[in-house]
């Protein structure tokens, strides 16, 4: 039997209709011969196409149109095209829409689906199912039964830049760093509910909108939806200024950051981020082969981590890295792939949860993907070149090299090609010595084939 709150139109998972014994699908049946041979991910992508007062009008013909018409995906579009990231969450995005686009204040009533019966959907049920899934205690401890890594934990405080250089930058080891932040203000100033009173009125950047903090705030407290929205703003000391001084930009034993010679013109290199237990950041590697380091500084975060060639099961990377293929959230993946990862992967699976204070750090070229486990969970991270990684960096961002220029992130594309000569020349007039070591040939052979291994695997 299926598990978790019922789906707000009874719908159902395609499973649960050979144990329910009906003949016959309503949501297939009901769409004619016509719309009824359209895949489910076919029909929703032509609903997509219509407009907002279209799609109200198809929702009104008969009970199978009215369940598709209603996916919350096809009302969030219409309602972030419209207005973007200047609206209150009312509970739903076909009831926010009404609210903040049509202006209108009465509610929308939703019949009781429940009671048709035979509605029966993967798509459209594993959306529900995936918002309100509980989520599994196996989740967030290390999966040590199945042989997969423990990350290792060392006390942050006593690790000198010498140490960490030499044990985890330049073989690129990942590692947390416990309590390494339990001593910034920010562990003491950035709860969510103290970040509200603070900056309600002021605005971030919350997927590619910007949005008031109280208005994320109201979305974070009514919205059920998979994946949730994340704050994550790499302009947060823009915003709101304070908070730069509220946190160490250059904390020990992390070591200087190559690219903080280009000032203004560098690329984007720390973010503030913020969201709910169940949102996260799905599997990824972090941009331009930079190393990075997370604080948590409220709530909770789950860690999972793959070395560079071997990429997690159900994520597919092109073989340029330009794209990839994976699950749409972080709970849709641990859902269907944590526990094959973890037999399939074993000890190449590096797992960690971590509290406030803690600070994981990435290496470049690992796979990871992050579940935040508490409400208002507030992180800080920053990507950074150090001498560990300064020849990748070098290679990827080369026009000239073949490897990766077209790939370059966190700059205006017109300032991609430049970026790998300003870099040349900043660190030729303020940090020879770096610059020597990292285009010696040696070096340059070792970047390459590090980053052709990663690309090659995925």
Request: charge should be negative.
């Amino acid at each position: 039997r299926t598990r978790g709150p019922r789906h707000p139109l009874g719908v159902l998972p395609f499973g649960q209709q050979l144990l329910d014994g009906r003949v016959r699908n309503l949501l297939r049946h009901g769409l004619g011969p016509l719309l009824g041979a359209l895949s489910d991910d076919l029909l929703l992508a032509l609903l997509a196409a219509l407009g907002p007062r279209e799609l109200g009008a198809i929702g009104r013909v008969c009970r199978a149109l009215h369940v598709f018409a209603s996916s919350e995906e096809l009302w969030k579009a219409h309602v972030l095209e419209a207005v973007g990231g200047r609206f209150t969450f009312e509970g739903s995005w076909k009831q926010t829409y009404v609210r903040a686009v049509l202006g209108r204040s009465d509610a929308i009533v939703l019949p009781r689906g429940s009671a048709w019966g035979g509605l029966y959907s993967d798509t459209l049920w594993r959306a529900h199912y995936c918002a309100t899934l509980p989520l599994p205690g196996s989740w967030l401890t290390a999966g040590l039964t199945d042989g997969c890594t423990e990350l290792e934990r060392v006390n942050g405080c006593a690790l000198t830049r010498e140490e960490f250089a030499a044990r985890f930058d330049e073989p690129g080891r990942p590692v947390v760093l416990a309590g390494l932040a339990s001593d910034w203000p920010a562990v003491r100033a950035w709860q969510f509910v103290t970040l509200l009173e603070r900056f309600g009125d002021r605005s971030f950047a919350v997927g590619e909108m910007q949005m008031k903090l109280s208005d994320f705030g109201a979305y974070c407290a009514r919205a059920s939806e998979d994946p949730p929205l994340v704050l994550f703003d790499p302009n947060f000391a823009t915003s709101a200024p304070e908070l730069a001084g509220e946190y160490e930009a250059s904390p020990a034993p992390f070591p200087t950051d190559h690219f903080s010679l280009l000032k203004e013109s560098r690329p984007d290199w720390r973010w503030l981020i913020i969201g709910d237990a169940r949102s996260g950041s799905t599997w990824h590697v972090d941009p331009n082969r930079t190393s990075a380091w997370n604080a948590c500084v409220a709530g909770g975060k789950k860690w999972l981590l793959t070395p560079p060639n071997q990429p997690p099961p159900g994520v597919n990377a092109s073989s340029d890295g330009a794209t990839i293929e994976a699950p749409v959230s972080v709970i849709d993946w641990m859902e269907a792939f944590l526990a094959h990862a973890r037999r399939e992967l074993g000890p190449a699976l590096h797992e960690a949860t971590v509290g406030p204070g803690d600070v994981v750090f990435v290496p470049r070229g690992w796979w990871h993907t992050v579940l935040n486990t508490q409400d208002g969970t507030v992180a800080v991270t920053q990507n950074f070149c150090s001498d560990g990684n300064l020849a990748e960096v070098l290679l990827y961002t080369d026009p000239s090299s073949g490897v990766a220029a077209e790939l370059v992130s966190g700059v205006p594309r017109a300032e991609r090609g430049r970026l790998h000569g300003r870099l040349i020349t900043a660190l030729r007039e303020q940090r020879p010595a770096a610059l020597e070591a990292a285009t010696h040939p040696d070096a340059v052979a070792a970047a390459r084939a590090a980053i052709s291994a990663g690309r090659g695997s995925a």
